[in-house]
């Protein structure tokens, strides 16, 4: 069995401060970890992941995140935040890179990211 | 390249009422997805495709049927709508690891 938990519904920072975003995770296996971004009335983006190689993970957009399998976190962050950065973000474990292609993709509760001007 | 499509993007049903969404992909991907989306629940998955021809139960299958007879489209439909499956439903398909997503459908049961 396989869950996420983000620890936090909603974050608000200031335009060109940093972005934090937590998420643990709980999986028997050695997980695959994706963060998902969905901007308001839009569909889901892969922003990053990460499949057992290295454990500090760029994306797009100036997004990174860390696995840390010691915590079970892969948490997510940026150096400055945008306003275009104003939206929902997913954690999701996967039990591996194989199976995320098929149905085992577990999604947390969203957080969802405020920037003020 | 419109990647994942869906329609409608709106609707309301009455109690008992029957519908049907329908999502298209145009990236020849094998597997495809239902999910629904619930505040504070992130994404739920309702059934989910491996290929043409073929559909298997997700984490939240009740209430729902599905069909995959075009490798490009996968419909979710609702027999009788009830009140509980107001929710914004997501199309996805994938090759990989990567699911791609539609835009949502808003569905509301009164």
């Known amino acids: 069995a396989q869950s996420v938990t983000q620890l936090d519904s909603h974050v608000s920072v200031s335009e060109g401060t940093p972005v934090l975003l937590r998420c643990n995770y709980s999986?028997?296996?050695?997980?695959?970890l994706f963060w998902y971004v969905q901007h308001p009335n839009k569909g889901l983006q892969l922003l990053l992941k990460?499949?057992?190689?290295?454990?500090l993970v760029k994306g797009i957009n100036g997004f990174e995140a860390e696995f840390k399998k010691s915590e079970t976190s892969f948490h997510l962050t940026k150096p400055s935040a945008h306003m275009s950065d104003a939206a929902e973000y997913f954690c999701?474990?996967?039990?591996?890179?194989?199976?995320?292609?098929?149905?085992?993709?577990?999604f947390g509760g969203g957080t969802r990211v405020l920037v003020k001007p | 390249n419109a990647g994942v499509t869906q329609t409608p993007k709106f609707r309301v049903l009455k109690t008992g009422q029957s519908m049907t969404l329908l999502c298209a992909q145009d990236?020849?991907?094998?597997?495809m997805y239902w999910y629904r989306q619930d505040p504070g629940m992130g994404l739920r998955l309702i059934h989910y495709?491996?290929?043409?021809?073929?559909?298997a139960k997700g984490e939240v299958p009740d209430g729902y049927n599905v069909s995959r007879l075009k490798k490009q489209n996968f419909l979710l439909g609702l027999e009788s709508a009830a009140p509980s499956q107001t929710s914004v439903y997501f199309c996805?398909?994938?090759?990989?690891?990567?699911?791609?997503f539609g835009p949502g459908t808003r569905l509301t049961v009164l």
């Open positions: 996805a398909s994938s090759y990989y690891y990567e699911q791609f």
């Open positions: 999986s028997s296996y050695s997980p695959s």
């Open positions: 990460y499949t057992s190689a290295a454990t």
């Open positions: 999701v474990v996967s039990k591996n890179i194989k199976e995320a292609a098929g149905n085992k993709l577990t």
């Open positions: 990236m020849n991907h094998e597997y």
């Open positions: 495709s491996v290929g043409e021809g073929t559909t």
